[in-house]
C-alpha cells in the first residue's frame, strides 16, 4: 500500500529548530514532487513549501521563507523540512504530501512553546 508518514515533531522553545521527516513506502517517493503543510484547529490547511523530483527547485511561503528549508535524499526515499527558528505562531499539526500520486501523510505535531 502507497504511504507516506511524517515523524520528527515535538515540543520546542522559540528561536530553536526542529527537523521534521516525510519517509514513503509502497511507492517511489523519488519520482514525485512534494509539499509541507501546516494546519491549526479551526484554521485552513497553509501551504509551506514546495520540492521537485530531483530536489533541483523549491518554493516557500512568506510566513517561513528563510526560516524553514525542504529538502530530500532520493536514496532514502525521504523528504525533509529543516525548522529554524522557530515561533509560537508556527505550533500546528504539520502535514507531508506527495503530488502524483496524491499523499497525504497522517501529520505530525509542532508545539513552540515558552
Known amino acids: 500500500q502507497a504511504q507516506i508518514a511524517e515523524s520528527g515533531g515535538g515540543l520546542v522553545q522559540p528561536g530553536g529548530s526542529l527537523r521534521l521527516s516525510c519517509a514513503g513506502s509502497g511507492f517511489y517517493f523519488k519520482y514525485t514532487a512534494a509539499n509541507w503543510y501546516r494546519q491549526v484547529p479551526g484554521k485552513e490547511r497553509e501551504w509551506l513549501a514546495f520540492i521537485t523530483i530531483s530536489g533541483d527547485n523549491t518554493q516557500y511561503a512568506d510566513s517561513v521563507r528563510g526560516r524553514f528549508t525542504i529538502s530530500r535524499d532520493n536514496s532514502r526515499e525521504e523528504v525533509y523540512l529543516q525548522m529554524s527558528k522557530l515561533e509560537t505562531d508556527d505550533t500546528a499539526v504539520y502535514y507531508c504530501?506527495?503530488?502524483?500520486?496524491?499523499?497525504w501523510g497522517q501529520g505530525t505535531q509542532v508545539t513552540v512553546s515558552a
Open positions: 504530501n506527495a503530488v502524483s500520486p496524491s499523499l
